[in-house]
């Protein structure tokens, strides 16, 4: 049969097989654009949430674990100027503290939002639901877990050191790192060039005021400076161990209490409660009884960490007076619930102890800080012929196992490796090239295992030297990474 002969087929039959197949298609199609369209617009909301979550869980976790209040109240109100408010329009936003992570917040809203094509298929809405958590790594609390920092002589609470710092026209080689003004090695001034880590602020210690504590009574022992010109170079034969300058004044020294806030290192936006100044006084004799004086008492305050700052006067101009090394101590009372007091941030001390192994509190690291770096930094260590070795106890009483040990010059500087240390120590001795660190920054890392875990979570450093230990230094310590940080969640 021929091409030709072949039957030919209607145009109606193709046309009835083509109509349906092409409204079944643009009937998918239009399926398809109107659910890419709702599905577009579910996105658009869910980054929304997701966003207004993130900034809330942020701003509320600095005041955890504290003040649960304040994190809900900040967390709400950053939601609700992110547009989500709870109990409004359908909104809920929900604040949570995380079980074993006191310094975690959590945040979850939910919102419905409308549909646009999905109506026409029976879907008029949508409900999202999105999380955030967030974390807040704060300034370790550093040298006491009780109420007292530095040496208490008339009650036979000895911590083996004073709390120290030095005048403004001193050398950064005596020990403090930040506030003495002169650089290391010139000498003390003036003239002298600016120490590269000099700062205004002194020193924070952190009054932690719990819940219940009643009445609270702040105290400082020999807060004024006591020049001493004679005796013993290292001032520890008379009183605190104030060492002087020859002629020179001393420095006057101011110690002031604050209000808490989120942010107890950054006075500026801190109430001031109170203070008290001390001008430099001669010395005293050797036998002269020790008294505490009050600063203020606060009447039931609300729970928080007040920080309290010491800081001396700065010299202008070519004045040379302002020299010279205080030490002083410093305790906290409450009428009910045990208040804390300890440093915040760094801390410059003044060892004074005899003994051939002699502890003092480092820094105090929770379990929950398991799976982190814990880093810390001393200033000018070692400064004892003949020297002997710096060891970092854990929590358990022990050499920690293992350390990453870096060595820098200035603060400036960029630190270099000195290997890893079994178990974590350093010999420090100054008549020795390789382990003369008069004047320069030493750094140990510590990586914490995801089992570590304590009840007493206090570390501690041990100086096992032959003799007396004489030496002022200066200590940080804190755990690695962003302080106010999001955690993912699975």
Partial sequence: ??????????????????????????????????FATDLGWFYV??????????????????????????????????AMANGYEDGLDGAVVEVDAVPGEPHQLEV?????????????LGRTS????????AEFIPPLPLGSPGNQFGNDPATGNVDNFWANIHGHHTDTKKGDAYSAYCSDGDGDGPPCSQNPGWRERGYVYGVEVPAGAGNIQTWILDGAF???????????????GDVGCGGCLGPTTHFRLYAPDPTPLDLSDNTQLCSVTYSPQPQVPVGTPYTWDQLCTLGNPAPGIYPLQVVVDPSSGNDSTNDGLNRYSLKVQSAGTP???????????????????????????????????????????GDASPGGVVQIFGPDGSPWSSCDMYE????????????????????????????NYDGD???????????????DCWWKVNYNYPGAVFDTTTWRAYMLGNPVHLIPLG
């Avoid at 979850?108 to 026409?120: A, C, E, N, S």
């Avoid at 006591?226 to 005796?231: C, D, E, I, V």
């Avoid at 750094?443 to 295992?449: A, G, Q």
């Fill in 108 to 120: 979850t809203i939910t919102d419905t939002v409308d549909t646009y094509f999905l109506k026409v």
């Fill in 45 to 78: 909301n869910a980054n929304r949430i997701q966003r207004a979550a993130d900034a809330g869980a942020l701003a509320g976790v600095i005041h955890m674990p504290q003040r649960f209040d304040l994190a809900s109240a900040s967390a709400e109100e950053l």
């Fill in 226 to 240: 006591h020049n001493n010109t004679g005796g013993n170079p290292n001032g520890d034969a008379i009183r605190t």
């Fill in 1 to 34: 049969m021929s091409y030709r002969s072949m039957p030919r087929r209607s145009v109606g039959a193709d046309r009835g097989v083509i109509l349906p197949f092409f409204a079944s298609t643009v009937f998918l199609l239009l399926g398809l654009s109107a």
């Fill in 339 to 381: 208040a804390r007091l300890y440093g915040l941030g760094d801390i410059s001390i003044f060892n004074n102890a005899s003994g051939v192994n002699t502890q003092f509190y480092l820094a105090e690291v929770a379990a929950f800080y398991r799976g982190k770096t814990f880093v810390v930094e001393l200033y000018d260590p």
């Fill in 408 to 435: 820098r010059p200035e603060v400036t500087a960029v630190w270099i490796p000195r290997g890893t240390q079994t178990p974590c120590q350093f010999d420090a001795d100054r008549s020795i090239a390789s382990q």
């Fill in 441 to 455: 920054w030493i750094k140990l890392e510590i990586n914490l295992p995801d089992i570590y875990s304590c009840v």
């Fill in 126 to 133: 949508q409900t999202i639901v999105r999380k955030a958590r």
